[in-house]
């Protein structure tokens, strides 16, 4: 199975501090790591500190198909991040 690396880039409801502790807590790190997933890379834009990027890197899709479920929008949202508008790039190896 293919390893992907998935690029989100997206706008902030809460501040950027708030959204990386949010992503790095113990809890959040948990969910990750039962998915096989890692994040790579939490920052913010240097013109615009309500938007941010994370990179992960997981099995071919895993992020992808959580990220565009319906479902998981509420826990997306929790964290800061905002749903709509969000920039999916996705790259393999």
């Not at 501040?15 to 039962?34: D, G, I, L, P, V």
């Not at 913010?44 to 479902?71: C, H, M, W």
């Not at 998981?72 to 749903?83: D, F, M, N, R």
């Amino acid at each position: 199975m293919a390893i992907e690396t998935t690029v989100l880039d997206f706008k902030l409801s809460k501040s950027f501090e708030e959204y990386k502790a949010y992503m790095n807590s113990t809890e959040q790190q948990a969910m990750f790591n039962e998915m096989g997933v890692k994040t790579f890379y939490i920052g913010k834009s240097l013109n615009d500190p309500k938007r941010a990027i994370v990179i992960f890197q997981g099995s071919e899709s895993v992020l992808y198909e959580i990220f565009t479920n319906p479902q998981t929008k509420p826990i997306v949202e929790a964290s800061g991040h905002i749903y709509e508008g969000t920039k999916i790039t996705r790259w393999i190896s």
